[in-house]
């Protein structure tokens, strides 16, 4: 069996401050790391692979050259190959230019029998990419699944809801989006980050993936960011004193001047 797993390059969000006097987001030393959500899509296919050695992992991503770095990370974890399509060309693309040339890509792959991406990047926070591949390569799609069977031909999946989960059996080639629920990513250890380094890392342009530049990054996406801005800060708390009784009777004092306390009957 292949899987291929899609693995996006993300700013690490927990580390992004906003400037307090100018209110703009300060990108300076803010890490890059793999997005969490492919981690966990990694982990499924690695677990596969545990079970049956004969699987093979690619690792596929769309960005920048220092997108190799996280590249190797996986190729660490245990991922057999890694793919970066980077091109000038592919630069500003929405998720539609994004999914288009993610599919070409994994088409160049070939014989794929699971996609695996994840449920949303930390960064674009859209969901979209993963279902508009699916779309592209005419594949079925389960999304927000938190448990895999594989087994010839096809595979059974625990779709989350948010009351409770779907018990889905879909047919191979087929592609899922997971999300952190369906395990814990492995770390790397020491001696497969040195093999990791040795590893080859192949990269497409637009003509290796067959991709005219006007079907492709910003000419190809219908949607275009208008204007991008820090959402207002929170005003600052108000912390109350005094003994229990007097905190409680000025908390509801102040919930009830703001008409939040519901009155009974
Ligand atoms: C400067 C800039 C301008 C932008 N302008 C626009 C715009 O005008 N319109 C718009 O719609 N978007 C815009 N974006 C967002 C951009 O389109 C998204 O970052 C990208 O399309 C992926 O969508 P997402 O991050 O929401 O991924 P999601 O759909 O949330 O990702 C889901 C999963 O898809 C896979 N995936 C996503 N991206 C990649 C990738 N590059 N390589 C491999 N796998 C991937 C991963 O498995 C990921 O977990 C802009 C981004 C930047 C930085």
Redesign the pocket.
């Known amino acids: 069996m292949k899987i291929l797993v899609?693995?996006?390059q993300v700013p690490d969000t927990n580390e992004v401050k906003i400037d307090p006097v100018k209110g703009t987001l300060i990108r300076e030393g803010v890490p890059s790391i793999l997005?969490p959500?492919?981690a966990n899509?990694l982990e499924a296919a690695l677990q596969l692979k545990d079970k049956d050695p004969d699987t093979k992992i690619a690792v596929?991503?769309?960005?920048p050259p220092q997108a190799t770095y996280m590249l190797r990370e996986c190729l660490a974890m245990g991922a057999d190959e890694a793919y970066l399509l980077s091109d000038r060309a592919f630069g500003?693309?929405?998720?539609?230019?994004?999914s288009t040339t993610?599919a070409a890509g994994i088409k160049k792959v070939g014989n794929v029998d699971l996609v695996f991406?994840?449920?949303?990047?930390i960064?674009?926070?859209?969901?979209?990419?993963?279902p508009q591949?699916a779309q592209r390569l005419n594949m079925p799609v389960v999304t927000y699944v938190k448990d895999i069977k594989a087994e010839t031909g096809k595979v059974t999946v625990q779709r989350q809801m948010e009351d409770g989960y779907e018990i889905i059996e879909v047919q191979t080639p087929c592609l899922l989006?997971c999300v952190k629920e369906l395990n814990e990513p492995r770390y790397m250890s020491v001696g497969a980050i040195v093999d990791a380094y040795q590893k080859e890392i192949t990269v497409w342009g637009h003509d290796q993936v067959e991709l005219d530049p006007k079907d492709c990054g910003l000419n190809a996406?219908p949607?275009?960011?208008f204007r991008s801005f820090t959402p207002p800060q929170k005003g600052k708390g108000e912390m109350l004193s005094g003994s229990v009784g007097e905190i409680a009777a000025a908390l509801v004092s102040k919930l009830n001047e703001k008409h939040l306390l519901k009155k009974e009957g």
Do not use: E, H
């Open positions: 899609c693995v996006k997005n959500d492919d899509a596929l991503t769309m960005g500003g693309a929405d998720t539609c230019a994004t993610i991406a994840g449920r949303q990047a960064d674009g926070d859209t969901a979209q990419v993963g591949v989006t996406s949607t275009q960011v």
